[in-house]
Protein backbone atom coordinates (compact mmCIF):
# COMPACT_ATOMS: atom_id res chain seq x y z
CA UNK A 1 0.00 0.00 0.00
CA UNK A 2 1.85 3.25 -0.82
CA UNK A 3 1.73 6.49 1.89
CA UNK A 4 -0.40 8.39 0.12
CA UNK A 5 -3.25 5.18 0.36
CA UNK A 6 -2.40 4.63 3.78
CA UNK A 7 -2.96 8.26 4.99
CA UNK A 8 -6.02 8.70 2.75
CA UNK A 9 -8.74 9.56 5.43
CA UNK A 10 -11.25 6.68 5.69
CA UNK A 11 -14.83 7.53 3.97
CA UNK A 12 -16.71 7.47 7.42
CA UNK A 13 -20.63 7.18 7.62
CA UNK A 14 -20.70 10.75 9.42
CA UNK A 15 -18.69 12.05 6.14
CA UNK A 16 -21.02 10.26 3.72
CA UNK A 17 -24.04 11.80 5.21
CA UNK A 18 -22.69 14.88 5.64
CA UNK A 19 -21.32 14.83 1.56
CA UNK A 20 -25.13 13.64 0.89
CA UNK A 21 -26.58 16.53 2.97
CA UNK A 22 -24.83 18.98 0.44
CA UNK A 23 -27.88 17.90 -1.93
CA UNK A 24 -30.33 19.40 0.26
CA UNK A 25 -29.67 22.62 -1.92
CA UNK A 26 -30.66 20.96 -5.06
CA UNK A 27 -33.71 19.15 -3.08
CA UNK A 28 -35.37 22.72 -1.87
CA UNK A 29 -34.77 25.06 -4.70
CA UNK A 30 -35.90 22.20 -6.78
CA UNK A 31 -39.07 21.79 -4.86
CA UNK A 32 -39.65 25.42 -4.65
CA UNK A 33 -38.75 25.65 -8.58
CA UNK A 34 -41.92 23.63 -9.34
CA UNK A 35 -43.93 25.93 -8.31
CA UNK A 36 -42.93 28.46 -11.02
CA UNK A 37 -45.91 27.76 -13.26
CA UNK A 38 -48.50 28.08 -10.60
CA UNK A 39 -46.81 31.50 -9.33
CA UNK A 40 -46.22 33.22 -12.74
CA UNK A 41 -49.94 32.12 -13.72
CA UNK A 42 -51.93 32.17 -11.05
CA UNK A 43 -50.22 34.95 -8.69
CA UNK A 44 -48.29 36.91 -10.87
CA UNK A 45 -50.60 36.98 -13.57
CA UNK A 46 -49.17 35.83 -17.14
CA UNK A 47 -50.64 33.69 -19.69
CA UNK A 48 -49.52 30.20 -18.77
CA UNK A 49 -48.01 28.88 -22.36
CA UNK A 50 -45.67 32.49 -21.67
CA UNK A 51 -44.40 30.98 -18.03
CA UNK A 52 -44.08 27.75 -20.32
CA UNK A 53 -42.18 28.95 -23.22
CA UNK A 54 -40.20 30.90 -21.23
CA UNK A 55 -39.30 28.08 -18.83
CA UNK A 56 -38.15 26.51 -22.04
CA UNK A 57 -35.66 29.44 -23.37
CA UNK A 58 -33.18 28.31 -20.31
CA UNK A 59 -33.14 24.83 -22.11
CA UNK A 60 -30.34 26.70 -24.92
CA UNK A 61 -28.16 27.73 -21.42
CA UNK A 62 -28.36 24.21 -19.83
CA UNK A 63 -27.91 22.26 -22.66
CA UNK A 64 -24.06 24.34 -22.99
CA UNK A 65 -23.65 24.94 -18.84
CA UNK A 66 -23.51 22.15 -17.96
CA UNK A 67 -21.35 20.22 -19.46
CA UNK A 68 -18.69 23.30 -19.84
CA UNK A 69 -18.90 23.23 -15.67
CA UNK A 70 -18.21 19.63 -16.00
CA UNK A 71 -15.38 19.57 -18.52
CA UNK A 72 -13.42 23.11 -16.24
CA UNK A 73 -13.26 20.94 -13.14
CA UNK A 74 -12.54 17.80 -14.80
CA UNK A 75 -9.50 19.76 -15.58
CA UNK A 76 -8.91 22.30 -12.88
CA UNK A 77 -5.55 22.60 -11.41
CA UNK A 78 -5.33 24.12 -7.43
CA UNK A 79 -4.14 23.72 -4.24
CA UNK A 80 -8.70 23.19 -3.15
CA UNK A 81 -8.62 20.25 -6.23
CA UNK A 82 -10.47 20.21 -9.15
CA UNK A 83 -14.12 20.34 -7.39
CA UNK A 84 -13.95 22.42 -3.97
CA UNK A 85 -13.44 25.96 -5.73
CA UNK A 86 -16.55 25.92 -7.54
CA UNK A 87 -18.64 24.37 -4.64
CA UNK A 88 -17.60 26.98 -2.08
CA UNK A 89 -18.00 29.57 -4.69
CA UNK A 90 -21.62 28.37 -5.63
CA UNK A 91 -23.30 28.56 -2.04
CA UNK A 92 -24.63 32.25 -2.31
CA UNK A 93 -24.99 33.20 -5.70
CA UNK A 94 -27.44 29.99 -5.65
CA UNK A 95 -29.35 31.49 -2.49
CA UNK A 96 -29.37 35.15 -3.80
CA UNK A 97 -30.94 34.01 -7.57
CA UNK A 98 -33.32 31.76 -5.87
CA UNK A 99 -34.26 34.67 -4.28
CA UNK A 100 -34.82 37.01 -6.64
CA UNK A 101 -36.83 34.65 -8.74
CA UNK A 102 -39.87 34.52 -6.35
CA UNK A 103 -39.36 38.79 -5.95
CA UNK A 104 -40.09 39.43 -9.18
CA UNK A 105 -40.61 43.86 -9.87
CA UNK A 106 -43.99 45.39 -9.76
CA UNK A 107 -45.65 47.61 -12.21
CA UNK A 108 -43.81 45.54 -14.79
CA UNK A 109 -45.42 44.54 -18.05
CA UNK A 110 -46.25 41.18 -18.87
CA UNK A 111 -43.40 40.57 -21.37
CA UNK A 112 -40.66 42.47 -18.99
CA UNK A 113 -41.46 40.28 -16.27
CA UNK A 114 -41.43 37.21 -18.64
CA UNK A 115 -37.90 38.40 -19.56
CA UNK A 116 -37.48 38.69 -16.00
CA UNK A 117 -38.35 35.40 -14.93
CA UNK A 118 -35.76 33.83 -17.79
CA UNK A 119 -33.26 35.72 -16.78
CA UNK A 120 -33.23 34.65 -12.97
CA UNK A 121 -33.90 31.01 -13.71
CA UNK A 122 -30.96 30.74 -16.35
CA UNK A 123 -28.83 32.39 -12.90
CA UNK A 124 -30.75 29.89 -10.34
CA UNK A 125 -29.67 26.96 -12.35
CA UNK A 126 -26.65 28.15 -13.51
CA UNK A 127 -25.24 29.16 -9.82
CA UNK A 128 -26.64 25.98 -8.17
CA UNK A 129 -25.00 23.98 -10.77
CA UNK A 130 -21.92 25.28 -10.04
CA UNK A 131 -21.87 23.15 -6.83
CA UNK A 132 -24.19 20.15 -8.01
CA UNK A 133 -22.01 19.37 -11.09
CA UNK A 134 -18.71 19.16 -9.67
CA UNK A 135 -19.83 17.60 -5.95
CA UNK A 136 -21.70 14.86 -8.09
CA UNK A 137 -18.16 14.47 -9.91
CA UNK A 138 -17.08 13.58 -6.55
CA UNK A 139 -18.52 10.29 -6.43
CA UNK A 140 -16.58 7.41 -7.87
CA UNK A 141 -13.69 8.81 -6.64
CA UNK A 142 -15.03 8.97 -2.97
CA UNK A 143 -16.03 5.60 -3.11
CA UNK A 144 -14.98 3.52 -6.08
CA UNK A 145 -15.96 -0.09 -5.14
CA UNK A 146 -19.41 -0.96 -7.26
CA UNK A 147 -21.85 -1.03 -4.62
CA UNK A 148 -19.89 1.64 -2.20
CA UNK A 149 -21.02 4.67 -4.95
CA UNK A 150 -24.51 2.90 -4.93
CA UNK A 151 -24.86 3.41 -1.18
CA UNK A 152 -22.76 7.29 -1.49
CA UNK A 153 -25.05 7.63 -4.29
CA UNK A 154 -28.01 6.46 -2.08
CA UNK A 155 -27.61 9.30 0.50
CA UNK A 156 -27.55 12.15 -2.06
CA UNK A 157 -30.33 11.07 -3.67
CA UNK A 158 -32.22 10.36 0.19
CA UNK A 159 -31.25 14.12 1.14
CA UNK A 160 -32.45 15.74 -2.28
CA UNK A 161 -35.59 13.88 -1.90
CA UNK A 162 -36.17 14.27 1.67
CA UNK A 163 -34.98 18.40 1.81
CA UNK A 164 -37.33 18.41 -1.25
CA UNK A 165 -40.68 17.03 0.45
CA UNK A 166 -39.49 18.78 3.73
CA UNK A 167 -39.23 22.13 2.12
CA UNK A 168 -42.73 21.34 0.68
CA UNK A 169 -44.10 20.34 4.24
CA UNK A 170 -42.55 23.46 5.50
CA UNK A 171 -44.44 25.84 2.67
CA UNK A 172 -47.92 24.27 3.07
CA UNK A 173 -48.23 24.29 6.88
CA UNK A 174 -45.83 27.49 7.49
CA UNK A 175 -45.84 29.77 4.26
CA UNK A 176 -48.75 29.01 1.59
CA UNK A 177 -51.06 27.93 4.35
CA UNK A 178 -54.83 28.07 3.60
CA UNK A 179 -56.50 31.19 5.00
CA UNK A 180 -59.64 33.30 5.22
CA UNK A 181 -59.94 36.34 2.92
CA UNK A 182 -61.35 39.98 4.05
CA UNK A 183 -65.02 38.59 2.68
CA UNK A 184 -64.91 35.39 4.66
CA UNK A 185 -64.35 33.16 1.37
CA UNK A 186 -61.03 30.18 2.02
CA UNK A 187 -58.11 31.12 -0.17
CA UNK A 188 -56.10 28.33 -1.04
CA UNK A 189 -52.25 28.87 0.30
CA UNK A 190 -50.62 28.06 -2.87
CA UNK A 191 -52.62 30.71 -4.33
CA UNK A 192 -51.43 33.49 -1.84
CA UNK A 193 -49.26 35.93 -2.67
CA UNK A 194 -48.04 37.08 0.49
CA UNK A 195 -46.11 33.85 1.08
CA UNK A 196 -43.73 33.14 -1.37
CA UNK A 197 -41.35 35.85 -0.60
CA UNK A 198 -40.60 34.65 3.11
CA UNK A 199 -40.45 30.95 1.48
CA UNK A 200 -37.67 31.39 -0.85
CA UNK A 201 -35.96 33.18 1.53
CA UNK A 202 -35.79 30.67 4.14
CA UNK A 203 -35.11 28.27 1.00
CA UNK A 204 -31.87 30.04 0.25
CA UNK A 205 -30.77 30.03 3.59
CA UNK A 206 -30.91 26.56 3.85
CA UNK A 207 -29.09 25.89 0.42
CA UNK A 208 -26.04 28.36 1.99
CA UNK A 209 -25.92 26.14 4.97
CA UNK A 210 -26.31 22.52 3.15
CA UNK A 211 -23.51 23.24 0.81
CA UNK A 212 -20.99 24.47 3.09
CA UNK A 213 -21.45 21.67 5.66
CA UNK A 214 -20.68 19.31 1.77
CA UNK A 215 -17.83 20.93 1.07
CA UNK A 216 -16.02 20.99 4.75
CA UNK A 217 -16.33 17.33 5.26
CA UNK A 218 -15.12 16.34 2.07
CA UNK A 219 -12.39 19.42 2.11
CA UNK A 220 -9.92 16.30 4.10
CA UNK A 221 -9.95 14.41 1.03
CA UNK A 222 -8.36 16.99 -1.40
CA UNK A 223 -4.64 15.59 -1.32
CA UNK A 224 -6.03 12.35 -2.07
CA UNK A 225 -8.23 12.83 -4.76
CA UNK A 226 -6.74 12.99 -8.67
CA UNK A 227 -5.13 16.06 -10.06
CA UNK A 228 -4.60 16.41 -13.79
CA UNK A 229 -1.79 16.40 -15.50
CA UNK A 230 -0.91 20.48 -16.82
CA UNK A 231 -1.11 20.47 -20.57
CA UNK A 232 -2.02 23.12 -23.12
CA UNK A 233 -5.27 22.39 -25.43
CA UNK A 234 -7.06 24.44 -27.42
CA UNK A 235 -10.98 25.06 -27.86
CA UNK A 236 -11.14 22.44 -30.71
CA UNK A 237 -9.43 19.64 -28.34
CA UNK A 238 -11.71 20.50 -25.25
CA UNK A 239 -14.98 19.87 -28.24
CA UNK A 240 -12.76 16.75 -29.62
CA UNK A 241 -11.88 15.42 -25.90
CA UNK A 242 -15.72 16.11 -24.67
CA UNK A 243 -17.08 14.33 -28.04
CA UNK A 244 -15.17 11.41 -27.26
CA UNK A 245 -15.79 10.50 -23.89
CA UNK A 246 -19.33 11.40 -24.17
CA UNK A 247 -19.23 8.84 -27.14
CA UNK A 248 -19.30 5.64 -24.56
CA UNK A 249 -22.08 3.39 -25.54
CA UNK A 250 -23.04 2.86 -22.10
CA UNK A 251 -23.20 6.46 -21.28
CA UNK A 252 -24.97 6.80 -24.51
CA UNK A 253 -27.72 4.32 -23.46
CA UNK A 254 -28.11 5.83 -20.20
CA UNK A 255 -28.42 9.27 -21.38
CA UNK A 256 -31.37 8.14 -23.62
CA UNK A 257 -33.13 6.68 -20.90
CA UNK A 258 -32.25 9.91 -18.97
CA UNK A 259 -33.76 12.09 -21.84
CA UNK A 260 -37.30 10.35 -21.96
CA UNK A 261 -37.25 10.52 -17.55
CA UNK A 262 -36.75 13.72 -18.11
CA UNK A 263 -39.82 14.70 -20.46
CA UNK A 264 -41.57 13.18 -18.08
CA UNK A 265 -40.66 14.17 -15.12
CA UNK A 266 -40.93 18.00 -16.87
CA UNK A 267 -44.98 17.25 -17.87
CA UNK A 268 -45.45 15.82 -14.32
CA UNK A 269 -43.61 18.96 -12.60
CA UNK A 270 -45.76 21.30 -14.73
CA UNK A 271 -49.28 19.99 -13.88
CA UNK A 272 -48.80 18.05 -10.45
CA UNK A 273 -49.79 21.09 -8.34
CA UNK A 274 -52.65 21.81 -10.88
CA UNK A 275 -53.95 17.98 -10.10
CA UNK A 276 -53.58 18.47 -6.31
CA UNK A 277 -55.24 21.89 -6.27
CA UNK A 278 -57.93 21.36 -8.99
CA UNK A 279 -58.82 17.60 -9.42
CA UNK A 280 -58.18 16.66 -6.07
CA UNK A 281 -58.77 19.61 -4.11
CA UNK A 282 -56.45 19.85 -1.77
CA UNK A 283 -55.74 22.61 0.29
CA UNK A 284 -52.40 23.33 2.09
CA UNK A 285 -52.61 21.35 5.09
CA UNK A 286 -53.56 17.84 3.25
CA UNK A 287 -51.04 19.16 0.60
CA UNK A 288 -47.98 18.78 3.13
CA UNK A 289 -49.92 15.50 4.68
CA UNK A 290 -49.43 14.07 1.54
CA UNK A 291 -45.91 15.66 0.85
CA UNK A 292 -44.45 14.01 3.59
CA UNK A 293 -44.94 10.35 1.96
CA UNK A 294 -42.47 11.40 -0.52
CA UNK A 295 -40.51 11.80 2.50
CA UNK A 296 -41.12 8.26 3.77
CA UNK A 297 -40.27 7.07 0.58
CA UNK A 298 -36.94 8.85 -0.15
CA UNK A 299 -36.23 6.78 3.34
CA UNK A 300 -37.74 3.31 1.94
CA UNK A 301 -35.64 3.70 -0.86
CA UNK A 302 -32.31 3.82 1.02
CA UNK A 303 -33.05 -0.09 1.25
CA UNK A 304 -34.56 -0.79 -2.10
CA UNK A 305 -32.14 0.73 -4.09
CA UNK A 306 -28.62 -1.26 -2.44
CA UNK A 307 -30.47 -4.52 -1.76
CA UNK A 308 -32.31 -4.76 -5.37
CA UNK A 309 -28.77 -3.96 -6.86
CA UNK A 310 -27.03 -6.42 -4.84
CA UNK A 311 -29.72 -9.34 -5.87
CA UNK A 312 -30.34 -8.34 -9.45
CA UNK A 313 -27.75 -5.57 -10.84
CA UNK A 314 -28.12 -2.62 -10.84
CA UNK A 315 -29.70 -2.25 -14.87
CA UNK A 316 -32.49 -5.26 -13.92
CA UNK A 317 -33.09 -3.54 -10.97
CA UNK A 318 -33.37 0.02 -12.71
CA UNK A 319 -36.05 -1.45 -14.77
CA UNK A 320 -38.31 -3.09 -12.21
CA UNK A 321 -38.41 0.30 -10.22
CA UNK A 322 -39.02 2.22 -13.29
CA UNK A 323 -42.11 0.03 -14.34
CA UNK A 324 -43.55 0.17 -10.24
CA UNK A 325 -42.87 4.00 -10.40
CA UNK A 326 -44.89 4.55 -13.67
CA UNK A 327 -47.87 2.28 -12.04
CA UNK A 328 -47.97 3.89 -8.73
CA UNK A 329 -47.98 7.51 -10.74
CA UNK A 330 -51.21 6.42 -13.00
CA UNK A 331 -53.44 4.65 -10.68
CA UNK A 332 -54.84 7.56 -8.67
CA UNK A 333 -55.78 9.64 -11.60
CA UNK A 334 -57.01 6.60 -13.52
CA UNK A 335 -58.95 5.62 -10.78
CA UNK A 336 -60.46 8.95 -10.86
CA UNK A 337 -61.55 9.09 -14.43
CA UNK A 338 -63.12 5.61 -13.59
CA UNK A 339 -65.39 6.37 -10.85
CA UNK A 340 -63.62 4.67 -8.62
CA UNK A 341 -62.54 7.39 -7.33
CA UNK A 342 -65.19 9.97 -7.22
CA UNK A 343 -65.05 13.98 -6.77
CA UNK A 344 -67.19 13.46 -3.98
CA UNK A 345 -64.05 11.70 -2.06
CA UNK A 346 -62.43 15.30 -2.24
CA UNK A 347 -61.39 16.37 1.54
CA UNK A 348 -61.80 13.17 2.78
CA UNK A 349 -59.69 11.35 5.15
CA UNK A 350 -59.97 8.24 2.42
CA UNK A 351 -58.92 10.27 -0.41
CA UNK A 352 -55.77 11.25 2.00
CA UNK A 353 -54.51 7.76 2.73
CA UNK A 354 -55.23 6.42 -0.97
CA UNK A 355 -52.72 9.20 -2.35
CA UNK A 356 -50.14 9.38 0.98
CA UNK A 357 -49.84 5.88 0.10
CA UNK A 358 -49.42 6.41 -4.00
CA UNK A 359 -47.22 9.12 -2.91
CA UNK A 360 -45.07 6.75 -0.34
CA UNK A 361 -44.70 4.18 -2.87
CA UNK A 362 -43.81 6.13 -5.90
CA UNK A 363 -41.11 7.99 -3.91
CA UNK A 364 -39.63 5.21 -3.44
CA UNK A 365 -39.58 3.60 -6.95
CA UNK A 366 -38.46 6.19 -8.28
CA UNK A 367 -36.19 7.40 -6.23
CA UNK A 368 -34.55 4.03 -5.91
CA UNK A 369 -34.34 4.29 -10.15
CA UNK A 370 -32.58 7.80 -9.70
CA UNK A 371 -30.05 6.20 -7.67
CA UNK A 372 -29.20 3.19 -9.68
CA UNK A 373 -29.10 5.19 -12.80
CA UNK A 374 -26.96 7.59 -11.62
CA UNK A 375 -24.52 4.77 -10.04
CA UNK A 376 -24.58 3.04 -13.79
CA UNK A 377 -23.14 6.24 -14.96
CA UNK A 378 -20.67 6.58 -12.08
CA UNK A 379 -19.22 3.37 -13.51
CA UNK A 380 -19.05 4.64 -17.12
CA UNK A 381 -16.13 6.54 -15.44
CA UNK A 382 -13.40 4.12 -15.15
CA UNK A 383 -14.43 2.64 -18.83
CA UNK A 384 -14.29 5.78 -20.15
CA UNK A 385 -10.47 6.34 -18.76
CA UNK A 386 -9.45 3.12 -19.67
CA UNK A 387 -10.73 4.77 -23.83
CA UNK A 388 -9.54 8.47 -23.46
CA UNK A 389 -6.72 7.95 -20.79
CA UNK A 390 -8.46 11.24 -18.89
CA UNK A 391 -10.89 11.25 -15.70
CA UNK A 392 -14.45 12.55 -16.52
CA UNK A 393 -16.45 12.30 -13.54
CA UNK A 394 -18.06 15.97 -13.99
CA UNK A 395 -18.37 15.80 -17.90
CA UNK A 396 -19.91 12.51 -17.51
CA UNK A 397 -22.40 12.89 -14.64
CA UNK A 398 -23.41 16.49 -16.05
CA UNK A 399 -24.05 15.75 -19.64
CA UNK A 400 -26.69 13.36 -18.74
CA UNK A 401 -27.97 15.48 -16.04
CA UNK A 402 -28.20 18.00 -18.42
CA UNK A 403 -30.10 15.76 -21.07
CA UNK A 404 -32.98 15.10 -18.31
CA UNK A 405 -32.72 18.80 -17.53
CA UNK A 406 -33.01 20.15 -21.54
CA UNK A 407 -35.64 17.56 -21.94
CA UNK A 408 -37.62 18.63 -18.93
CA UNK A 409 -37.15 21.86 -20.16
CA UNK A 410 -38.46 21.21 -23.65
CA UNK A 411 -41.70 18.68 -21.79
CA UNK A 412 -42.37 22.13 -19.53
CA UNK A 413 -43.58 23.72 -22.80
CA UNK A 414 -46.30 21.43 -22.72
CA UNK A 415 -48.30 21.99 -19.36
CA UNK A 416 -48.75 26.04 -20.52
CA UNK A 417 -50.29 24.73 -23.62
CA UNK A 418 -51.87 21.53 -22.11
CA UNK A 419 -53.77 24.45 -19.63
CA UNK A 420 -54.22 26.77 -22.78
CA UNK A 421 -56.08 23.73 -25.07
CA UNK A 422 -58.28 22.51 -21.66
CA UNK A 423 -59.14 26.43 -21.38
CA UNK A 424 -57.79 26.57 -17.80
CA UNK A 425 -58.89 30.04 -16.68
CA UNK A 426 -56.50 32.64 -14.87
CA UNK A 427 -56.54 32.72 -11.14
CA UNK A 428 -59.24 29.90 -11.36
CA UNK A 429 -61.24 28.79 -8.37
CA UNK A 430 -61.15 25.24 -7.38
CA UNK A 431 -64.96 24.89 -5.80
CA UNK A 432 -66.07 27.22 -9.60
CA UNK A 433 -63.62 25.53 -12.10
CA UNK A 434 -65.38 22.98 -14.30
CA UNK A 435 -64.50 19.57 -13.62
CA UNK A 436 -64.74 18.59 -17.53
CA UNK A 437 -61.26 20.45 -17.59
CA UNK A 438 -59.57 18.52 -15.41
CA UNK A 439 -61.25 15.53 -16.89
CA UNK A 440 -59.21 16.37 -20.20
CA UNK A 441 -56.24 17.16 -19.10
CA UNK A 442 -55.81 13.63 -17.22
CA UNK A 443 -56.92 12.14 -20.77
CA UNK A 444 -53.89 13.74 -22.23
CA UNK A 445 -51.60 13.48 -19.41
CA UNK A 446 -51.90 9.94 -18.92
CA UNK A 447 -50.78 8.58 -22.10
CA UNK A 448 -47.99 10.77 -22.55
CA UNK A 449 -46.72 9.79 -18.74
CA UNK A 450 -47.03 6.37 -19.65
CA UNK A 451 -45.34 6.41 -23.02
CA UNK A 452 -42.00 8.13 -21.81
CA UNK A 453 -41.42 5.75 -18.61
CA UNK A 454 -41.95 2.83 -21.06
CA UNK A 455 -39.49 4.14 -23.58
CA UNK A 456 -36.96 4.83 -20.65
CA UNK A 457 -37.43 1.31 -19.89
CA UNK A 458 -36.67 0.29 -23.45
CA UNK A 459 -33.32 2.37 -23.88
CA UNK A 460 -31.64 0.99 -20.78
CA UNK A 461 -32.20 -2.59 -21.53
CA UNK A 462 -29.38 -2.16 -24.12
CA UNK A 463 -27.09 -0.91 -21.15
CA UNK A 464 -23.91 -3.87 -21.01
CA UNK A 465 -21.81 -2.75 -17.72
CA UNK A 466 -22.22 -5.66 -15.09
CA UNK A 467 -20.36 -5.78 -11.89
CA UNK A 468 -17.90 -8.22 -13.54
CA UNK A 469 -16.82 -5.56 -15.80
CA UNK A 470 -16.69 -2.71 -13.99
CA UNK A 471 -14.12 -4.77 -11.59
CA UNK A 472 -12.29 -5.98 -14.46
CA UNK A 473 -11.77 -1.89 -14.99
CA UNK A 474 -10.48 -1.41 -11.71
CA UNK A 475 -8.15 -3.87 -11.69
CA UNK A 476 -6.75 -2.68 -15.70
CA UNK A 477 -6.26 0.69 -13.85
CA UNK A 478 -4.52 -0.37 -10.83
CA UNK A 479 -2.55 -1.99 -13.05
CA UNK A 480 -1.59 0.58 -14.89
CA UNK A 481 -1.08 2.71 -12.05
CA UNK A 482 1.82 0.46 -10.20
CA UNK A 483 3.31 -0.05 -13.60
CA UNK A 484 3.54 4.30 -13.97
CA UNK A 485 1.56 3.47 -16.92
CA UNK A 486 -0.75 6.22 -17.96
CA UNK A 487 -3.14 6.69 -20.44
CA UNK A 488 -3.62 10.27 -22.05
CA UNK A 489 -5.07 10.52 -25.50
CA UNK A 490 -2.79 12.15 -27.91
CA UNK A 491 -2.89 12.39 -31.69
CA UNK A 492 -0.82 9.90 -32.10
CA UNK A 493 -2.09 7.17 -29.93
CA UNK A 494 -1.81 6.68 -26.27
CA UNK A 495 0.90 8.69 -24.53
CA UNK A 496 2.55 7.89 -20.50
CA UNK A 497 1.65 10.98 -18.04
CA UNK A 498 -2.10 10.91 -16.42
CA UNK A 499 -2.42 8.11 -14.06
CA UNK A 500 0.78 8.56 -12.61
CA UNK A 501 0.71 12.43 -12.18
CA UNK A 502 0.69 13.63 -8.55
CA UNK A 503 -1.78 12.77 -6.20
CA UNK A 504 -3.32 10.67 -8.74
CA UNK A 505 -5.08 6.60 -7.54
CA UNK A 506 -6.66 3.74 -8.66
CA UNK A 507 -9.81 4.37 -9.16
Not at 121 to 131: E, N
Not at 172 to 194: I, S
Request: net charge neutral; with cysteine.
Amino acid sequence: MSDVAAQRPKLTLPIKLAYGFGTVAFGVKTQLMGLLLLYYNQIVGLPPHWVSIGLAVTIFFDALWDPFIGQISDNWRSRWGRRHPFMYFAALPAAITLVALFNPPLGWSDGAITAYMIIMVIAAKATISLYEVPATALTPELAPAYHDRTQLLTFRYFFAIFASSAAAVMGWLVFLKDTVGPDGEKVRGQLNPEGYGPYALVVGGLMIFSILVACLATQRFIPFLHQPAARSIGILGVVREMLATMSNRNFLVVSLSALFVGVGAGLSSGLNIYFQTYLWGMGSANLAFIVAGTMLGSLLALVFAPLLSRWYGKKRACMILMGLALATTLTPISLRLLGIIPHEMNGTSELTAILLLDRTLYGAFATAAAILTASMIADVVEESQLATGRRSEGLLLSADNVLQKVAGSVASIIPGFLLLWVGMPEKAKPESLDPSIMTNLALMYLPATALFALMAMGAIMFYRLDRAGHEANLAKLADAAALGAVVVETEGGVDASDLAAPGARPA
